[in-house]
Nanobody, 115 residues
């Protein structure tokens, strides 16, 4: 149902860049597409969300250094992150919410930022 890709290495250096993509298939009436993350010992948290109208929401820690976008024709959501920090190390999960209120989660991809 999900095809998530990490464009580039999963291990990146602080100050570098990171890009993730996630294509959802078999899901109709997609409202929101976004990314969440979960670091070891912590709860899953929002990274960024983009609505079907293009409006975006970012976690405070991500605002200004990350960009979320989507391609509605491809049901694909992208996340770009500039100057990642070691505290960005986490498993990143793609999330899709349909207009029926159903949440779908990708399997997650590990991102490790080295100092």
């Amino acid at each position: 149902r999900f095809s998530c890709r990490r464009l580039g290495a999963g291990l990146v250096q602080a100050g570098g860049s990171l890009r993730l993509s996630c294509a959802a298939s078999g899901i109709s009436s997609i409202k929101d597409m976004g990314w969440y993350r979960q670091a070891p010992g912590k709860q899953r948290e929002l990274v960024a969300v983009v609505g079907s109208d293009g409006r975006t929401t970012y976690a405070d820690s991500m605002r200004g250094r990350s960009t979320i976008s989507r391609d509605n024709a491809k049901n694909t959501v992208y996340l770009g992150m500039n100057s990642p920090k070691p505290e960005d190390t986490a498993v990143y999960y793609c999330n899709v919410v349909s207009y029926y209120g159903i949440y779908f989660w990708g399997k997650g991809t590990q991102v490790t930022v080295s100092s």
